[in-house]
């Protein structure tokens, strides 16, 4: 059975990097788009989990009613689809957890990444180094075949520089300084951020809980299986 990830996201960086953490060959990635939906809930939870469910259940239901539709634009032949999202953000322990949950929309969805970031080091200019600690955090939601619910979190942690430096990763990669490496993480390769990133920790806990449920699948198979020998 060929297994299928639709992607609750519509974030070009972050496919970009769940796309080199997911290597399965047996296991192929598609944004919503690419899988021919596009929703955009209100993220009116009030944690990284609630927020990353409500994204997974919206396209569930999309796929969902295509498939009963029989409009997928996609072969669904030997294919188990899961849905898998991603609610993240940035907690800044000196701004009490700002930007957090709204770390996308902080200043404006659409503001260029280089001036929040210039704003955010203004509100901290007076914040001693030792007290510039932060955290990436990332809430990978799914809706596994059988319709059931997982959430896992995941986090990185660094500082918050007092400059922009580099040019990989996205969003407010460029002011995240990771004291190990001496370097933010938009200065680090995208295959040293997968290794020690939130997302690259909270998507290998999901995969590790969807094999999991394939082998307790399985297993119940089996049992099925064996109980119908002995009738
Ligand atoms: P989707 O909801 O479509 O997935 P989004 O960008 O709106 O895309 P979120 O609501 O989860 O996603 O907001 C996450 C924001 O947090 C993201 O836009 C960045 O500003 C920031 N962020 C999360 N992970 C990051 C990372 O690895 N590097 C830099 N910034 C990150």
Same mark, same amino acid.
């Given at each position: 059975? @060929?297994?299928?990830?639709?992607?609750?996201?519509?974030?070009?960086?972050?496919?970009?990097?769940?796309? =080199?953490?997911?290597?399965?060959?047996?296991?192929? /990635?598609?944004?919503?788009?690419?899988?021919? /939906?596009?929703? =955009?809930?209100?993220?009116?939870?009030?944690?990284? !989990?609630?927020?990353?469910?409500?994204?997974?259940?919206?396209?569930?239901?999309?796929?969902?009613?295509?498939?009963?539709?029989?409009?997928?634009?996609?072969?669904?032949?030997?294919?188990?689809?899961?849905?898998?999202?991603?609610?993240?953000?940035?907690?800044?322990?000196?701004?009490?957890? !700002?930007?957090?949950?709204?770390?996308?929309?902080?200043?404006?969805?659409?503001?260029?990444?280089?001036?929040?970031?210039?704003?955010?080091?203004?509100?901290?200019?007076?914040?001693? =180094?030792?007290?510039?600690?932060?955290?990436? /955090?990332?809430? /990978?939601?799914?809706?596994?075949?059988?319709?059931?619910?997982?959430?896992?979190?995941?986090?990185?942690?660094?500082?918050?520089?007092?400059?922009?430096?580099?040019?990989?990763?996205?969003?407010?990669?460029?002011?995240?300084?990771?004291?190990?490496?001496?370097?933010?993480?938009? !200065?680090?390769?995208?295959?040293?951020?997968?290794?020690?990133?939130?997302?690259?920790?909270?998507?290998?806990?999901?995969?590790?809980?969807?094999?999991?449920?394939?082998?307790?699948?399985?297993?119940?198979?089996?049992?099925?299986?064996?109980?119908?020998?002995? @009738?």
């Amino acid at each position: 059975m @060929k297994q299928l990830i639709i992607f609750a996201t519509g974030n070009k960086g972050k496919i970009r990097e769940i796309r =080199d953490i997911i290597t399965d060959p047996n296991t192929e /990635v598609l944004s919503m788009r690419e899988a021919g /939906v596009s929703a =955009d809930p209100d993220e009116n939870g009030t944690s990284f !989990e609630e927020n990353a469910l409500i994204k997974a259940r919206a396209v569930y239901d999309l796929i969902r009613q295509k498939k009963e539709a029989g409009t997928l634009c996609f072969d669904t032949t030997d294919t188990q689809i899961t849905v898998m999202s991603d609610d993240s953000g940035l907690v800044i322990d000196a701004l009490g957890g !700002e930007p957090g949950i709204y770390s996308a929309r902080y200043l404006g969805y659409d503001t260029d990444y280089n001036y929040k970031m210039e704003q955010i080091m203004k509100r901290m200019e007076n914040v001693p =180094d030792k007290e510039r600690t932060a955290r990436f /955090v990332a809430a /990978v939601g799914a809706i596994f075949p059988d319709g059931s619910e997982h959430v896992v979190l995941g986090a990185m942690e660094g500082v918050i520089a007092r400059g922009i430096y580099g040019q990989n990763g996205f969003g407010y990669d460029p002011f995240f300084y990771l004291p190990e490496y001496g370097k933010t993480s938009a !200065e680090i390769t995208e295959e040293e951020k997968n290794a020690i990133s939130h997302r690259g920790k909270a998507l290998r806990a999901m995969l590790a809980q969807f094999e999991a449920w394939q082998r307790s699948g399985e297993a119940a198979q089996k049992t099925a299986a064996a109980c119908g020998d002995y @009738k």
